[in-house]
T-cell receptor, first 107, second 118 residues
Framework: DIQMTQSPSTLSASVGDRVTITCRAS??????LAWYQQNPGTAPKLLIY???SLETGVPSRFSGSGSGTEFTLTISSLQPDDFATYYC?????????FGQGTKVEIK | EVQLVESGGGLVKPGGSLRLSCAAS????????MRWVRQAPGKGLDWVGL??????????DYAAPVKGRFTILGDDSKNTLYLQMNSLKTEDTAVYYC?????WGFGWGQGTLVTVSS
């Protein structure tokens, strides 16, 4: 199985801050990586697919980059709706694996 | 619009069985690879298993913790995915999400809660 490791696990930030979350794969996944946002009690919401493609309807302050084993999700200016938990997911193999999550908290 | 609606969750005793359903609409169900993903309370996301589209062989595969106990079935005539769960354990307690993957991208349902407790 491909292991996905996110850092940090928790991030404290303020509205307007630039925020970066990192995801590392245990082996190359090319660009087969997605990022999700999840609020408590709701399903994950797809933000980014194929490492850097923005899902329709997702604000442009979200961006993704990377390939191979190193990926980042950046929120250029944190908004109140963005305080949530974020997960990366590889889909190079059909047995999807996810990072452990990064909780973005209000500072 | 892609829609996935899960149902069938509830409280079941250890060793019991439960069948989840996922009603799909807004896309060609027979062309999609369908998966179940679960999330234990306060924990992250875990892949449970998948069924490939008929055109890709219709085969299934499962994560190690559920192999031999869970079965995924797809009914193309009803656009419905099923997860038959047998020999349930307390560690199977989770919200179960139905997901679809096709050429148009990914879709997720809202999830259904399964609680395994005596």
């Amino acid at each position: 199985d491909i292991q996905m490791t996110q850092s940090p696990s928790t991030l404290s930030a303020s509205v307007g801050d630039r925020v970066t979350i990192t995801c590392r794969a245990s082996q190359s996944i090319s660009r087969w990586l997605a990022w999700y946002q999840q609020n408590p009690g709701t399903a994950p919401k797809l933000l980014i697919y194929k490492a850097s493609s923005l899902e329709t309807g997702v604000p442009s302050r979200f961006s993704g980059s990377g390939s191979g084993t190193e990926f980042t999700l950046t929120i250029s200016s944190l908004q109140p709706d963005d305080f949530a938990t974020y997960y990366c997911q590889q889909y190079k193999t059909y047995s999807w694996t996810f990072g452990q999550g990064t909780k973005v908290e209000i500072k | 619009e892609v829609q996935l609606v899960e149902s069938g969750g509830g409280l079941v005793k250890p060793g019991g069985s439960l069948r989840l359903s996922c009603a799909a609409s807004g896309f060609t169900f027979s062309n999609a690879w369908m998966r179940w993903v679960r999330q234990a309370p306060g924990k992250g996301l875990d892949w449970v298993g998948l069924i490939k589209s008929k055109t890709d062989g219709g085969t299934t595969d499962y994560a190690a913790p559920v192999k031999g106990r869970f079965t995924i079935l797809g009914d193309d005539s009803k656009n419905t995915l099923y997860l038959q769960m047998n020999s349930l354990k307390t560690e199977d307690t989770a919200v179960y999400y139905c997901t679809a993957e096709a050429s148009w991208g990914f879709g997720w349902g809202q999830g259904t809660l399964v609680t395994v407790s005596s």
